[in-house]
């Protein structure tokens, strides 16, 4: 998730809450924050008051540290009070990591958009899932040389290790519906391009919005294109959503998101990031004007960085959804040459 350079809007809350605690966001919601081991190192949780204990939004991810941080929120900002259910954003393990665990220790159920759960059991469901030689030829088909084709697909298949197994049964949230949490009343929102159907929460009455990872205050949610969907275009499907977002939530919301800080100035972020998206495939259209380019040599052009295999595969699926973009918009098309995928200016 690179960074932005805009600058930042006005924001209800200055600084996060400390490790341990928690900031009361609204009337009976908590936010909390717990730690990553990642270069962006933090998750937001919330914990909304409903009946005689809390309903949590997204669990963090599946470690011991994590649990000892939940073990101590329990203890303190929370009260004691007992867990009434979990809710999950998208399958992505910072979010999900710890929904088995919580859900068992707790017997509560898990609330999850069918997409994004089954996408979890999917991964879950074994190293065949993400690994075989269509991995290694969504990397060569684009012209990545075979040494770097070989360190990125060699990564091994980390996301059984950052989760702690998923319940076996869970409610379903769809678009459209609504979902009562204590008394409140929030409209299911979904969204794709960060995850195929990420869901959020918005209540209306409240001005409340709970945007998970599609709407981030200073970083750029990573919009990528992954071996299975070789042709996806989750770019698209992302500006499709943002512009459903500044149609239903006004701006001035109470925005929540599920890194960094809440925001208000939710219409000019959703600009901003639209505009981030934008800037980059104008870049692309640049790129080729000298002539065809294949996505890996378009990536290091994009990202100038120094990247290591990890951030290389990342930033190719970035700059493979910016291609697939520009693609399905026609301002790109593309030319098989030996089984070497170049694209050009249409
Ligand atoms: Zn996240």
Redesign the pocket.
Known sequence: MPRDDQAAAPLPFAAPPAPGEAIEAAPGVLWMRFNLPFA?NH?NIYALEDGPGWAVLDTGIGDEPTKLAWEAAFAGPLRGRPLTRVIVT?H?P??VGLAGWLCETHDVPLHMGETEYLTSRFYLSGRDAVHGDFQRDFYSRHGMDAGLVEAVVGRGHRYLEMLTGMPPRFVSMDAGETLDIGGRRFEILKGGGHAPDQAMLFCRDEGLFFA??QVLQRITPNISVHAPQPEGDPLGRFFRSLAAIKETVPDGTLTLP??ELPMTALHRRVDELRGHHDARCDQIMEMVAEGPLTTAEITPRLFRRQLDAHQTSFAFSEALAHVNRLLCDGRLVAADDDGVIRVSAA
């Open positions: 962006l998750v998208h992505h910072d979010h998970a990872d599920g890194h």
